[in-house]
């Protein structure tokens, strides 16, 4: 599953055009979140990501 850049941009133009700056931190925790969930599936990083949650 590939980065789509256009989707970025487009979410933070939609955040820049309609001043919705709340939604910032929920989106950055998302983000947050699913990189941990993903670091923590199969790899070595498993341990400590389960060491935080």
Known sequence: MGRNPMLVREV???LWENKA???APALITLLIVGALLAAGQSSALSPFVYAMI
């Open 12 to 14: 933070f133009d939609y």
């Open 21 to 23: 700056w709340w939604l």
